[in-house]
């Protein structure tokens, strides 16, 4: 199960924030909700992009495609990735072809040309409606078999709802932010909201500037140390904080003659990508703009061995993969770790202060 979902609050209710939040939700809940393995999401097939593969219990092919609002051409769209896929025959080795092929639909409601198409299609269409609602803290994700009038199954949203606290003249977290946030484990949470208080209090100069899909920490947008978006592919906030750049914070030297140690020059100060481990700090990369191909080895892992390039770790903005938190900091063989969010979000501050 996934460690947190992005819903937010409408006028009708609480929603996935987007369909990629569905996406992830019912991916990795495909086992619970339908006994389905799952082979691959977002899979192109003669250029068309199905949502999710999977196989049953005698291994055959069951393509699912689903929708956060209703669409009316959604069996036309499905239709197609039958075609393409029943011609393509990938997963051969997983996929028993011989055995028929069930197409799943799930979205919240359906047009009424989505009947019509599937009564009057050869194919064999199973619909299922959608809802998200709370129950005290929790969300449950409800599943309904169209023309079925009992509830087909009912399951538990991992969401973390966002516990604020009182921080003095610090403003409440946007609502945009909060959004976000949903969909991290509490830690993460409160170490993010931990980094903005530390930022905002720093200064009466530092400002909160919230556009469409970034929110920017400085006193303009020429001079920021901070900046949180919201990536699709992972359905989480990432944070980006202006820090020395890995390769240029331990650019040292000896002095001739002395054991002390000199840098050749002052770090350079840079836009670095925090990752985390759900808990805390585990890795920064230096990404001068958008999010960047690095990945941690742990995400490496994930990608078909025949996709990964050759991994040669490094410190530069070219590298492929980020460099430990403990690395970063010369900590990695202190007994006792500083509270990495405090750390670097107090590195932030003081370089924001001295230009």
Not at 170 to 182: A, S, Y
Not at 232 to 248: A, G, V
Not at 274 to 294: C, R, Y
Request: hydrophobic residues 35%.
């Amino acid at each position: 199960m996934t460690s947190g979902v992005a819903l937010h609050e409408t006028s009708n209710g609480w929603e996935f924030i987007s369909e990629a939040a569905l996406e992830k939700f019912v991916w990795t809940s495909l086992t619970e909700l339908f006994e389905l393995t799952p082979l691959k999401q977002q899979y192109n097939c003669n250029g068309e992009i199905c949502d999710i593969i999977a196989i049953d219990r005698d291994k055959g092919l069951v393509i699912l495609e689903l929708k956060n609002v209703e669409d009316r051409y959604l069996i036309q769209q499905l239709t197609r990735y039958y075609a393409n896929l029943v011609e393509e025959r990938p997963f051969s080795q997983e996929v028993d072809y011989s055995r028929p092929v069930q197409l799943i639909t799930i979205a919240p409601s359906y047009h009424r040309h989505n009947l019509i198409d599937r009564e009057h299609s050869k194919l064999n269409f199973t619909l299922f409606n959608f809802s998200v609602f709370r129950e005290e803290e929790c969300f449950h994700f409800l599943l309904q078999k169209v023309g079925k009038e009992f509830i087909h199954k009912k399951y538990l949203i991992p969401y973390q709802p966002i516990e604020l606290s009182s921080s003095g003249d610090i403003p409440d977290p946007p609502e945009q932010l909060l959004k976000w946030l949903g969909s991290c484990a509490k830690e993460e949470q409160e170490g993010i909201l931990q980094v903005r208080n530390k930022i905002l209090g720093c200064s009466q100069r530092m400002k909160e500037i919230v556009e469409k899909k970034s929110i920017f920490y400085g006193s303009g947008k020429t001079r920021v140390c901070a900046e949180i978006c919201f990536q699709q592919t992972s359905q989480k906030p990432i944070l980006f904080l202006w820090l020395p750049t890995p390769n240029s914070i331990n650019r040292a030297v000896y002095k001739a003659g002395t054991n002390e140690i000199a840098y050749i020059k002052k770090p350079i100060i840079g836009r670095l990508r925090i990752w985390t481990n759900g808990i805390t700090i585990s890795h920064v990369g230096h990404i001068p703009d958008g999010f960047g191909k690095m990945k941690t080895l742990q995400e490496w892992e994930q990608v078909p061995r025949e996709k990964r390039p050759h991994l040669i770790q490094s410190s530069s903005s070219k590298s492929k993969t980020p460099v430990e938190i403990e690395t970063y900091l010369r900590c990695r063989d202190n007994s006792e770790k500083p509270d990495f969010w405090d750390t670097l979000s107090s590195m932030t501050v003081e370089s924001w202060l001295k230009q």
